[in-house]
């Protein structure tokens, strides 16, 4: 373990992915992530890696399969826009089973939007976004020591599971910095193994990658093989932080920045002896319904919070069913709740469920 | 407990960098820290502000409604941030580069024509840390040989010129009280 440094988070997501044994990054230029390939342009070329500007994020994209074909740990990061040109990129990674670290610096939507903080991208994260039945691990981290050390893990389970991992962040944690302790950099010879990867078929079988199969028996089979897996990261990594939740009889998820930020609500309420909790997912596929699901018999009512126009909210529900009102508090478009904004919003429900 | 900060001026002032001095000295004294840009589409002479959290409590929202202090650096930045102290809280104000009267009685007010103080120090560039030097001596948010060292890395590779020039402007603000 390091000492620690005053970082920000995209550059963060930068030097701790190069620890991971990343040595090849392909973007194209957009705020506010643009400090993360300018960090891999200064600093691939010192560990023997390869930085190169592609012409665009579907280039990018393609990129980033090629070398993950060919074996190698490798990253792109991008924001909204960007991200949504990946998506045909990122059906195909699915599909031919390649593994990929992909940061998605969410900004204000749609289309062109604007560049600050949001977490409207959610849906287009965490339920597929290109076409085919597919799924992506989706971490959403709320601070930069936390970033770190989900892209450093994010390399490891994009290589044990043979999938694309999304980092869905937004400036606000991108921009800041905050002191950080860095995981160890990895030696490369320690690295799993790629047996399936196209390296030179040199005295063994040839490799083949590919998603492209004619015979709907056999795609169907495939696809079943896909799920299958989906089942198995299901089961073993769902993330989340439980804060205050033992007694609580309300309880705000909230995830990323608006995750910490409604930490500060749970605080201020909790000195005025009023029992609030908080769940903060961490993985936002798989999506952590099943600590919600246990928290219904003890909890009144849920209130989500989110830095959108309600998306998250859909899987809370599916978590809490009809058994317990679930209120959502969103600002889409770039706004940011304050911790006495969200506070307001929870002592407005109080006063419901009352009335 | 933790304080919240607000540094704000024109781009250019050098408001992002106080701002990073003070997370970089709060690392250095092993507190708790972040350190929080107002992004967007800047520019040079645009306005500019950061928020900085600085104390011994772990860091949940980063975002300050109602910061212990603010430092306007011009005249947008008090008209903006002097609703948002906290009561109680202390201004520390740009004299140079306002042109009114805070207006609040409820909070501490430091005027300092920090600009002046600079040029005579040797360095008018170095007005935001003639005011970091007064903050520091009103509020020991950070030890005062923290801070010089950092100044001492920050400005590492603009010469020891700059350094000195700085420390200078810190020294003077230090001494600018009344």
């Given at each position: 373990m390091g000492e620690k440094v005053l970082i920000k988070g995209v550059e963060a997501i930068a030097e701790s992915a190069i620890r991971a044994g990343c040595r090849m990054f392909f973007g194209y230029p957009i705020t506010p992530q643009n400090e993360t390939p300018e960090y891999m342009s200064r600093r691939l070329p010192q560990v023997e890696g390869i930085f190169l500007q592609a012409e665009s994020e579907i280039a990018a994209i393609n990129m980033v399969m090629g070398a993950s074909a060919a074996g190698a740990r490798v990253m792109t990061t991008t924001s909204s826009p960007g991200f949504s040109l990946m998506m045909e990129g990122m059906s195909y990674l699915v599909g031919m089973e390649l593994p990929c670290v992909v940061a998605n610096v969410v900004r204000g939507g749609p289309g062109l939007g604007n560049i600050a903080p949001a977490q409207s991208d959610y849906f287009q994260a965490t339920k597929g976004g290109g076409h085919g039945d597919y799924k992506t691990i989706v971490f959403g981290p709320s601070t930069v020591q936390e970033l770190v050390e989900l892209t450093y893990h994010s390399f490891d389970l994009a290589d044990k599971y043979r999938n694309p991992v999304v980092l869905l962040t937004d400036g606000a944690l991108g921009q800041m910095m905050e002191p950080v302790i860095f995981p160890e950099m990895r030696k490369l010879n320690t690295l799993p193994e790629k047996p399936w990867a196209l390296t030179g078929a040199l005295n063994r079988e040839k490799n083949i990658i590919m998603s492209f199969e004619m015979d709907p028996k056999i795609l169907e089979n495939i696809n079943w093989e896909l799920q299958k897996k989906f089942q198995k990261i299901s089961e073993d990594e769902v993330k989340y932080e439980e804060y205050a939740t033992d007694d609580a009889e309300f309880v705000i998820v909230a995830y990323g920045t608006i995750g910490r930020i409604a930490k500060s609500t749970v605080k201020a309420l909790r000195e005025e002896n009023i029992p609030v909790g908080l769940i903060r997912p961490i993985s936002l596929w798989p999506f952590p319904y099943g600590v919600i699901t246990q928290l219904v018999p003890q909890v009144e009512a849920f209130m989500v919070v989110e830095m959108s126009a309600g998306q998250m909210v859909e899987d809370v529900r599916l978590a809490v069913g009809d058994r317990r009102p679930v209120f959502f508090y969103g600002r889409p478009g770039g706004m940011v709740p304050s911790p006495r904004d969200i506070t307001e919003k929870v002592k407005q429900c109080l006063s419901m469920l009352l009335s | 407990m933790n304080y919240e900060i607000i540094v704000s001026g024109f781009g250019g002032q050098g408001v992002l960098i106080f701002g990073e001095i003070l997370s970089q000295g709060a690392l250095k004294e092993n507190k708790h820290t972040v350190w929080f840009p107002a992004?967007?589409?800047?520019?040079?002479?645009?306005?500019?502000?950061?928020?900085?959290?600085?104390?011994?409590?772990?860091?949940?929202?980063?975002?300050?409604?109602?910061?212990?202090?603010?430092?306007?650096?011009?005249?947008?930045?008090?008209?903006?941030?002097?609703?948002?102290?906290?009561?109680?809280?202390?201004?520390?104000?740009?004299?140079?580069l306002t042109t009114r009267k805070p207006l609040r009685d409820d909070i501490k007010i430091i005027e300092i024509d920090a600009l002046t103080l600079a040029r005579e120090a040797g360095e008018e560039r170095a007005t935001n840390i003639v005011l970091l030097g007064r903050l520091l001596k009103e509020i020991p948010?950070?030890?005062?040989?923290?801070?010089?060292?950092?100044?001492?890395?920050?400005?590492?590779?603009?010469?020891?010129?700059?350094?000195?020039?700085?420390?200078?402007a810190l020294n003077t603000g230090w001494n600018s009280g009344d």
């Open positions: - | 992004y967007g589409p800047e520019q040079r002479g645009g306005t500019a502000n950061c928020t900085i959290i600085i104390g011994d409590e772990e860091i949940a929202s980063p975002i300050s409604i109602d910061p212990d202090i603010v430092v306007a650096l011009n005249q947008p930045s008090l008209d903006k941030f002097e609703p948002w102290l906290k009561k109680g809280g202390l201004l520390i104000i740009n004299k140079t948010l950070l030890s005062v040989d923290t801070v010089k060292e950092v100044i001492s890395v920050i400005f590492a590779h603009r010469g020891e010129k700059v350094i000195a020039a700085n420390i200078k």
